[in-house]
């Protein structure tokens, strides 16, 4: 459960800080992994209407302003990855559904998006992210900073992207 007295130094005023607890879904009061992995499905959706070329841009620049913001937030609230600071989440669910952008080209041209592989990117991604099998619980445990708050979740992302992919290929 997330204790409202760990929010100190929080300012949601700040774009970093807003931008870092997922546009407040980072705040909710129970599994806020969970709710911020929700919250950047809607993203998801505008995301695909992209190139995946341009796509696979906005995952390297989201990624490395997570380096930053995670970093600045975390540093703000006096906590290394606190539970409430969830763009890791984002941009982690984001790797992962990059396999079905690239199954489903006709995304980017408006078609829709089949809401079964939404839902396996979620679970998958899941998975990999509360379970943490090696490298992710390494690098979780041993990497510091905005960059330690963002690499375990990247890693589960192209994890869960791998087994989405080999997913899409057999029932795509």
């Known amino acids: 459960m997330l204790n409202r007295d760990d ?33 950047a499905i809607p993203f998801f959706y505008f ?11 906005v995952l390297i620049v989201t990624s490395v302003a997570g380096f930053w913001f995670c970093h600045v937030t975390s540093e703000a609230m006096g906590v290394h990855d606190h539970k409430s600071i969830v763009w ?21 041209n408006g078609a829709a998006i089949p ?5 396996v990117g979620f679970a998958l991604f899941r998975f990999f992210d509360v379970l ?19 690499i375990d979740d990247i890693v589960a992302g192209i994890f869960a992207a791998l087994v989405l992919a080999a997913m899409l290929h057999y029932w795509g």
Not at 11 to 37: D, E, I, Q, R, W
Not at 88 to 108: A, C
Not at 115 to 119: L, P, S
């Open 132 to 150: 943490k099998p090696f490298p992710i619980s390494w690098l979780d445990k041993k990497v510091a900073g905005g960059f330690g708050i963002m």
């Open 88 to 108: 890791d989440e984002f941009v982690g669910y984001w790797i992962t559904m990059l396999p079905v952008l690239i199954i489903y080209p006709s995304i980017q």
């Open 47 to 57: 995301l695909a209407l992209l190139s995946i070329e341009w796509y696979v841009a």
């Open 115 to 119: 809401f079964i592989w939404v839902a």
């Open 7 to 39: 929010l100190d130094g929080l300012k949601l005023s700040n774009p970093m800080h807003l931008a870092a607890v997922g546009f407040g879904s980072g705040l909710a009061p129970v599994a806020p992994g969970t709710f911020g992995t929700l919250a």
